[in-house]
């Protein structure tokens, strides 16, 4: 999957991956931007509750007609030295419906520990590469 960044100025930027839509990103005032879009760190916490989220309704899909409503609140702790990386997330589902428990609980299990590929990912490697002025430059 690629995703493309482009910088629209101070600190805003826009990213569009294959499904077409646009995100607007930019920093708050702290950190020179204007607020005039999510941080990337509130995308973070939003694709880790949207992926819990579809998981969740796919493990749960035929239970969907006894579910009224699912809200997902993600909580991130941040470190207080740089990088301000979570250092831990609560996630908070509120479901209401006519739904035992332990369906929902073995569905949020699934999930976290075989389906969620954002959760997967915040443990992954990264490995940046620098193309300046269109020639590839290696990292010294």
Not at 125 to 138: A, Q, R
Request: aromatic share 8%; glycine share 12%.
């Amino acid at each position: 999957m690629n995703v493309t960044t482009v910088w629209k100025g101070k600190r805003a930027f826009t990213s569009e991956g294959p499904s077409g839509y646009a995100v607007g990103m930019d920093a708050t005032a702290a950190y020179g931007g204007d607020s005039k879009g999510a941080t990337p760190m509130e995308l973070l916490l939003a694709g880790l509750g949207g992926c819990m989220g579809i998981d969740i309704t796919m493990i749960l899909d035929a239970f969907l007609d006894k579910i009224t409503g699912i809200e997902i609140v993600a909580q991130g702790t941040r470190s207080e030295g740089m990088p301000k990386g979570f250092t831990s997330i609560d996630l908070i589902f509120k479901v209401d419906g006519d739904i035992p428990d332990y369906r929902i609980w073995k569905a949020i299990q699934m999930a976290e520990e075989k389906y969620c590929a954002v959760s997967a990912s915040l443990s992954a490697d990264i490995h940046p590469k620098l193309i300046l002025n269109g020639v590839e430059t290696p990292r010294p």
